[in-house]
């Protein structure tokens, strides 16, 4: 065209800055050339991938066209995603056509062999094959193999389910609640496809999709204008960035990704891993008090390991560590090889173990003995877990890092049920300082709101607590009424008429169980002006909830690791946008 036309093409350079300077930005121009005359058809602000809006919008801030609160501005977190996770590449996607849809349940993308559980997934990982983990749903006993695994594929369960949660948590890819699977012995019909054990598939976690054989995939990795960009909204943002980890591996990983604390430590996931698994199974198959505490005294030591690794990967940042909360149901095994196997171990009679099994049963467990219950009726479970607590506190204390445990008593919803809990908890403390010569622990004693009764009654609990932490995901479902691992069937339909914009699990529902959060906030600072408030459910994570929280005068949002940065960017726009009244 400079060859040409070289009067238009000098034009259409000189317009193309005019423009550029006019929008501050990227743009999209359309235009033409007749007789040698140009024509300026349309300019838009141009579409751009996350690494381009990164380098574009440093660019224009060291050209002074922009500052560093507009560049933030230009990132859109949901993109950040893409720069944590592996994807799909574009042209393979292209031509490729899924089998089916589920939930896109945790980002990313992964290939692998087809395994149908646990054990599989183990074996064929340590020989050095990558394993897909096909499930109709997971449970806790399933967490070696999830580890082992690329990606997790499930039938049933919602967006808060419980592969779901704990793979967003491990950064690992899954698709849940693909009803259309039929799982049967060694295979599964999708999209009247049969899917052996053995046979490829990929996964795209952030679609949701499902393909047979392997498609080519893209290598995430963050690069050096994601990290500026990162350290503008660091300096931009209020609320503070926690993370959801259960591991030290987990803690590290968030403490790399920026995070400045543990929001959320789900001690149960500290149960299943190894012999512990046995122990804590022994521990409820006690006939008395004194069965329990001797199992404890084992559980004991390792849960003061667990919590030192985490306190050290922390490096001084606050620990939010949340007492036991699932049912007793989740631990002992519901297959009849499996009990005869703890049976065998325990050395006790199988009928013992089936009677067990028979009595922890629930018709609606979610509602049933968990949480702040537990505490209440096994009281020593909760002071076992106290205990270790302080003591690996005390213990890395001695190595010169300022710990700051805060224990979080779960499923509250009615002060009584935090005093009884809260006064066990300070006598356990109080025996551990007195027994280590009265030393001191930065320590602070909070509960987690997640029943809607607490809720409203926010202004009586936070007379006994220091800190709420919002747990949003059992709070949609107390508050919606749905199950968040049988919903997702009809949550899509919902989503496709209109009746919910958005899944209530995945972005918080501001008008209804949003309420309820900013009521238990204005209760609680009218009882504690300083009361610390966070929020630890996967709704943290979420850029449009965080903007919502932001709003109400939350302290800091807490979601799983590998959705830190991306929740570092939602809290900068969220305090730009306010300072800009936008």
Known sequence: ??????????????????????????????FTVEDGRLWMLQCRVGKRTIHAALRIAIEMV?????????????????????????????????????????????????????????????????????????????????????HAAQG????????????????????????????????SAGQFELGGTIIKEGDVITLDGSKGLIYAGALALHTAKLEGDFEKVLQWCRQAKRLGVRANADTPADAAKAHAFGAEGVGLCRTEHMFFE???????????????????????????????????????????????IRLLDPPLHEFVPNELHAQEELAKKLGIPLA???????????????????????????????????????????MVGKEGLHVRPEIMIPLVGKRSELSFTKKNAEDTIAAVLKKAGGAKVDYMLGTMIEVPRAALTADQIAEEAEFF????????QM???????????????????????RDPFQSLDQEGIGELVRIAVQKGRKTKPNLKVGICGEHGGDPRTIHFLHGIGLDYVSCSPYRVPVAIVA????????????
Request: aromatic share 6%; glycine share 10%; hydrophobic share 40%.
């Open 1 to 30: 065209m400079e060859e040409f036309v070289p009067d238009a093409y000098k034009q259409l350079c000189d317009i193309r800055t005019k423009l550029e300077l006019h929008y501050k930005d990227l743009m999209d121009i359309e």
């Open 62 to 146: 060291e050209e002074g066209l922009i500052n560093t609160d507009e560049a933030i501005l230009r990132v859109d977190p949901e993109q950040v995603d893409h720069l944590l996770h592996p994807s799909i590449e574009p042209t393979a996607a292209a031509h490729a056509h899924p089998l089916g849809k589920g939930l896109a349940a945790s980002p990313g993308a992964a290939v692998g062999q087809v395994v149908f559980d646990a054990d599989a997934a183990l074996k064929w990982s340590e020989a050095g094959k990558k394993v897909i983990m096909v499930r109709l749903e997971t449970s806790p006993e399933d967490l070696a193999g999830m």
């Open 152 to 183: 997790i594929l499930t039938a049933r369960g919602g967006m808060t389910s419980h592969a779901a949660v704990v793979a967003r948590g491990m950064g690992k890819c899954c698709v849940s609640g693909c009803g259309e699977i039929h799982l």
């Open 274 to 320: 190894g012999k512990r698994i046995e122990v804590f199974r022994e521990m409820i198959l006690a006939d008395d008090f004194a069965g329990r505490e001797k199992a404890l005294a084992k559980l004991l030591p390792i849960q003061r390991e667990d919590f030192e690794g985490l306190f050290r990967a922390m490096k001084g940042a606050p620990v939010t």
């Open 352 to 394: 013992k173990v089936q009677s067990r099994v028979t009595e922890l049963h629930e018709l609606n467990p979610m509602l049933g003995l968990r949480g702040c219950r537990l505490g209440i009726m096994y009281p020593e479970v909760y002071n076992m877990q106290v205990r270790a607590v302080m003591e690996a506190a005390l």
């Open 469 to 476: 932490s919002f747990g949003t995901n059992d709070l949609t």
């Open 479 to 501: 508050g919606c009424g749905f199950s968040r691992d049988d919903a997702g069937p009809f949550l899509r339909l919902y989503g496709e008429l209109g009746i919910y914009d």
């Open 571 to 582: 809290a900068a726009r969220a305090a730009v946008k306010e300072k800009l009244g936008k």
